[in-house]
Structure formats: C-alpha cells, structure tokens
T-cell receptor, first 116, second 111 residues
C-alpha cells in the first residue's frame, strides 16, 4: 500500500476562484478526515466520513467548503470563492475506524493552498 | 467541555532526555495518541495509550494516567532529527470516536 495520497501538493489561486483537492486513502480504511493546519497550530478538524457517509462537518466551516466521498473511496474537498484566510495546509487522513488503536490516523502529505 | 493542553515550545540539548506533558478534558475518553510532525510535513503516529502506565518504544515512551487526565511523551538520547512538533490527541468514544487535538509542542534540539 502506498499510503494516503493527496493532490495537488501545492495550489496557488487568486481570491474568488474555486479550488478542489483530492485525497485517496489507504484502501481498507473506512474513515477519512479532512483537516486544515496553519503554522504553529495543531490540525483543525473540517469534516469526516465513515465510508461514503459524511458524519460531521465543523460548525466553524463556512458554506463555501464542501466535501464528498461518493463511493466510499477517494474524497474531494472544494472551496468556493476562496479568500486569503483560506491559505493553509489541507491535510487528509484515514483510519480503520474501529475505535481504540484502530483510530490511528495515517496522513497524506497535504495540499498547501496559497490564496493571493 | 473538551480540551487538550500542552506547552507551546520546549528546548533541549542533544543527548538529553525531555518530557512533553499533555493534559486533557474529554468525555467518553477512549485513548490518547502522540504524533510527531516535522516542519512542512504531515503528522506521523508515535504512540497510543488507553490503559494507565508507561508504553516504551525505543527512545520514545508514553505515559498515561486516566484518573488525572494526564499524559507525557518521554524522549531519550535526543537527536537533532527529533526537532519537531509533538501533537497530543484524544479519542472520544461518545463523539463518533473523533479525535480531539492539542496545538502541539514545538521541540528544538540544540547541539
């Protein structure tokens, strides 16, 4: 298994544009998480899926953010009408989702978004 | 509420021992994780504790006291490559088993 894969690694966009990121989790993992992280901070939870079901979305997340995991495999995170405050590292992680040590997260390398 | 606290920064000398503390307040506690994150990279798993006591894994050990809501990560024989952020994370059984994260402790190792 090649681990969690994210692309693109870097994205530079102009304010107001839409961007979409992709995450391919480890194949047997049921849970998939999206986090946002800025320098010197811990991961900030955005949303997560159990298979194809989106179980929770952060209340801090505006309606400009949406995520899908249509077949319970890969996931996409879309940000509409980007703002400069959206600039951050967007991390995807997956886990077996069976509790305890099986909640151990495997992270992708992240997508670094810069909004100009 | 649910909260995890850990020091923001620590420094230590190569070859020394350092202890990074983490206190947590969570409902339905179901385990505590430590992750290491080097600058510009994703976090990687270090350890998991669910029972009280010390778990040792090479130069790294992690301790948990459930009654005190307290954990620490112990790093021995520090190496320059140990300079990184160390993230404490707690699993909540009653919250869809979602992980709650601390802000991380940035450890600098000096020669």
């Amino acid at each position: 298994d090649t681990g969690v894969s994210q692309n693109p690694r870097h994205k530079i966009t102009k304010r107001g544009q839409n961007v979409t990121f992709r995450c391919d989790p480890i194949s047997e993992h049921n849970r998939l998480y999206w986090y946002r992280q800025t320098l010197g901070q811990g991961p900030e939870f955005l949303t997560y899926f159990q298979n194809e079901a989106q179980l929770e979305k952060s209340r801090l997340l505006s309606d400009r953010f949406s995520a899908e995991r249509p077949k319970g495999s890969f996931s996409t995170l879309e940000i509409q009408r980007t703002e400069q405050g959206d600039s951050a590292m967007y991390l995807c992680a997956s886990s077996l989702g069976k509790g305890g040590k099986n909640e151990k997260l495997f992270f992708g390398s992240g997508t670094q978004l810069s909004v100009l | 509420g649910q909260n995890i606290d850990q020091p923001t920064e620590m420094t230590a000398t190569e070859g020394a021992i350092v202890q990074i503390n983490c206190t947590y307040q969570t409902s339905g506690f179901n385990g505590l994780f430590w992750y290491q994150q080097h600058a510009g990279e994703a976090p990687t798993f270090l350890s998991y504790n669910v029972l009280d006591g010390l778990e040792e894994k090479g130069r790294f050990s992690s301790f948990l006291s459930r009654s005190k809501g307290y954990s620490y990560l112990l790093l021995k024989e520090l190496q320059m490559k140990d300079s990184a952020s160390y993230l404490c994370s707690s699993e909540n059984a009653g919250n869809n088993r979602k992980l709650i994260w601390g802000l991380g402790t940035s450890l600098g190792v000096n020669p």
